[in-house]
């Protein structure tokens, strides 16, 4: 298996790993959603009425629906199935009612999910000079044959990949570096669950990681749930199937960096 995929899982299993990739990947919560006094007033008027169908009208008004039910999105797309539905619909509300307008409140009011937040963390940390370099812009980046990370957005980062490195998937990059004469590309995720979009996310980098013929050592750089010991199926990709690829953390990509 890849050294440094085996440092990162011993660094995760054995020592201060979350503690660490905070300095990375600081997920606070944002402060509580806001919500419109006038689209509340009509969902506490309808409550309040028992009127079912212009309770979830005035619900599905708001940004996050209070409770999770796989129906809410199909009715959140077609509104007149409300009127179609009342079973479904006197179902949800029964539920509704049985939370109460205080719980209901509070359920709509819940802060964003930290893992939709944390894209831009890589980058400030890199800026923070974590890899004992300071990112530099693209001129500068293209003009120079000295260890450099390239600070630009993901579209120029991914211009130059394609037109410096051959660098063909259509898809931004979070690090394009040049260390001892060799460059590096990759992207940074932070995986903070199994499934979903967590597991499209970790597909993603692998995808950059697949890329034939680009003039560059490719990683990806994985933080999370991946690196723990078991039968998820992260954990068993990146210990068989992708074993010889270059997945590494965070908080060992300076050591990878230096002794490329």
């Known amino acids: 298996m890849n050294y440094w995929t085996t440092l990162s899982i011993d660094y995760a299993n054995q020592r201060s790993y979350l503690d660490d990739l905070f300095q990375v990947y600081p997920?606070?919560?944002?402060?509580?959603?806001?919500?419109?006094?006038?689209?509340?007033?009509?969902?506490?008027?309808?409550?309040?009425?028992?009127?079912?169908?212009?309770?979830?009208?005035?619900?599905?008004?708001?940004d996050l629906f209070p409770i999770k039910d796989s129906y809410i999105a199909f009715l959140k797309r077609d509104s007149a199935a409300i009127a179609r539905n009342p079973k479904t619909i006197n179902r949800i509300c029964g539920r509704l009612y049985e939370m109460g307008l205080d719980t209901i409140l509070e359920?709509?009011?819940?802060?964003?999910?930290?893992?939709?937040?944390?894209?831009?963390?890589?980058?400030?940390?890199?800026?923070k000079k974590s890899l004992g370099i300071q990112p530099i812009g693209l001129e500068q980046f293209a003009n120079t044959k000295a260890d450099a990370i390239l600070d630009a957005g993901d579209r120029e980062m991914m211009d130059f990949a394609s037109a410096?490195?051959?660098?063909?998937?259509?898809?931004?990059?979070?690090?394009?570096?040049?260390?001892?004469?060799?460059y590096i590309i990759g992207e940074a995720?932070?995986?903070?669950?199994?499934?979903?979009?967590?597991?499209?996310?970790?597909?993603?980098?692998?995808a950059t990681l697949e890329t034939q013929n680009v003039n560059a050592i490719k990683i990806a750089i994985l933080d999370g749930v991946l690196y723990i010991k078991g039968k998820n199926k992260m954990y068993k990709d990146v210990t068989t199937k992708y074993a010889e690829m270059n997945i590494l953390s965070a908080l060992v990509l300076r050591e990878f960096l230096y002794q490329i």
């Open 27 to 62: 997920t606070i919560p944002e402060g509580i959603r806001e919500i419109d006094e006038e689209k509340w007033d009509k969902v506490e008027h309808a409550f309040e009425k028992q009127d079912n169908e212009l309770l979830i009208k005035s619900l599905l008004k708001l």
């Open 107 to 127: 359920k709509c009011t819940e802060p964003k999910e930290t893992n939709r937040q944390i894209g831009p963390f890589f980058r400030r940390w890199l800026n």
């Open 164 to 182: 410096e490195l051959n660098y063909k998937r259509n898809k931004g990059l979070d690090l394009v570096a040049r260390f001892n004469g060799k």
């Open 189 to 206: 995720k932070f995986l903070t669950d199994f499934g979903g979009h967590q597991n499209a996310q970790f597909n993603d980098a692998i």
